[in-house]
């Protein structure tokens, strides 16, 4: 009796043990199919140098791969104020809404606000200057800098090259 007592206890031991190890293992799977790269880390466009020599313009490749700036008042898009939207000219992701345009008179385009999380902001201490600089979130191409001294209602100026950027006007808009 007592024998049969122990043996059924070991059984139910067994099983429970098994049972562990089986959740535990499984646990362990659905983890590492959520480890690795980040999503956003995942999303990004990511080229050599030499193909981004080969996809942008001279110009293009010195302001979004170099980090230069075009010279003040000669952008494309400076004293452009038509409907529609401006999208990153190295990988086309969509970064400012012409309503957030205006005319700040520093020489660039200049945005109140970006479209949420199309770019991403870094400190920049180059040229002896404190400034933070702002690349685009999909390709980290390099598109101008952020000040705090833009109008209501954010308070900020987002200053940008216009050779980083491609104009879509607004009746393109929606044939993505
Ligand atoms: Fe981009």
Known sequence: MIKKLFKSTFKILIIIIFT????????KIN???????????????????????????PEEYYILRQKGTERAFTGEYDKHFEEGVYA????????????????????WPAFYEA?????????DNSYGMRRIEITCSKCDGHLGHVFNDGPKPTGIRYCINSISMDFKPEKNKDQK
Do not use: H, I
């Open 31 to 57: 983890f590492s199919g959520v480890s690795g790269p980040s999503n956003k880390e995942q999303k990004k466009m990511k080229k050599t140098e030499s193909e981004w020599k080969r996809t942008l313009t």
């Open 115 to 123: 479209m949420p999380g199309t770019v991403e902001e870094t400190q």
């Open 88 to 107: 990153c000219a190295g990988c086309g992701a969509e970064l400012f809404e012409s309503g957030t345009k205006y005319n700040s008179g520093c020489g």
């Open 20 to 27: 562990f190890d089986v959740n535990f293992s499984q646990q």
